[in-house]
């Protein structure tokens, strides 16, 4: 299967195909986020020799992370569903760092940390192994103290820009070659409405007032 994986979930994004498990293409902007989303398609494509009609399947970090970011991926595979009848599939991007830390060599007990503003993280555990890596402790939203009581010296820490806050951390960043992997074992697809942003934050807002008529004279 000719798979297009797109990951926009940090300031590290990625673009990579695979023909038949095996990556053929890739591209990664880094910070900038200026780079419009086709032209790394795009290179990734022509590294791969594949034409966008050819792609069966697109595989989406749905983050948590840069909301902006997996947005504008989902919405992308979205209308590529629309117009080509891809599959789709939706991989967490905790997982994807998770799979990153097992190819990287990490082994024990792994805590993944992504930076959710306003002071805290998103945080989860795992168990990783060169067999697999497992989730221990399920994703949840944790404040910086909360966090910086309860981990030790030893801790193993991952995640984009994690070595900011934790000084034995080390700086991981989800890619679109690793969804690539997590992909090729995957048959879980979804029609386009069905992928939706991991965020775990409740929705607020508040609701504007009726519009004021204003006497006439």
Known sequence: MKILAIEFSSDRRSVAVALDGIVRGSAVEQASRNTPAFKLIE?????AGVEREQIECLAIGL???????IRSAIALAQG?????????????????????????????????????????????????????????????LAGLEELRSTFSAEEIIIGPH?????????????????????????SDFVPGDKLEPIYLRETAFVKAPPPRILPVD
């Not at 983050?63 to 970011?69: A, D, E, L, V």
């Open 80 to 140: 590529w569903q629309l117009a080509l009848q891809v599959k789709l599939l939706g991989i967490s991007s905790v997982e994807c760092l998770a799979a990153e830390a097992k190819s990287r060599g990490h082994s024990g007990s792994v805590n993944i940390l992504i930076d959710a503003q306003r002071n805290e993280f998103y945080h989860a555990r795992y168990q990783v192994s060169e067999k697999e890596s497992r989730q221990i402790t399920p994703l949840k």
């Open 43 to 47: 290179q990734s494509l022509a590294d």
């Open 162 to 186: 994690a070595d900011n806050w934790f000084s034995q951390a080390k700086s991981l960043y989800p890619t679109a070659s690793t969804l690539l992997r997590i992909a090729a074992g995957r």
């Open 63 to 69: 983050g948590p992370g840069s909301y902006t970011g």
